[in-house]
Nanobody, 123 residues
């Protein structure tokens, strides 16, 4: 069983900053890509940023230059530094991880999601 737990969300004024963290735990053999997604009310979940195990990143155009994704492989944690926040960044932010684990002598790879953390940016 693999768990992802997000933290760091909250209420911030426009122009402010927040740092999200997502810690993974469980019977993990290897964590492959990790990422952050968000879902605003009435909208579909969208990609914010991803980072591979080797550190290569991909960032949505809407947040490029303001948000930075990073990961600490030793801590099995992914971060999202969010600067210059705008009201349109308001959403529930979800952590995602592609995880390889061993169970019953077999190797599996599955996709896991955190429970989400609310980010609200006031104007």
């Amino acid at each position: 069983q693999v768990q992802l737990v997000e933290s760091g969300g909250g209420l911030v004024e426009a122009g402010g900053s927040l740092r999200l963290s997502c810690a993974s735990s469980g019977s993990i053999f290897r964590i492959n890509a990790m990422g952050w997604y968000r879902q605003a009310p009435g909208k579909q979940r969208e990609l914010v940023a991803t980072v591979t195990s080797g550190g290569n990143t991909n960032t949505a155009d809407s947040v490029k230059g303001r948000f930075t994704i990073s990961r600490d492989n030793a801590k099995r944690t992914v971060y999202l530094q969010m600067n210059s926040l705008k009201p349109e960044d308001t959403a529930v932010y979800y952590c995602n991880a592609d995880v390889t684990y061993i169970s019953g002598g077999y190797i599996y790879t599955d996709d896991y999601w955190g429970q989400g953390t609310q980010v609200t940016v006031s104007s």
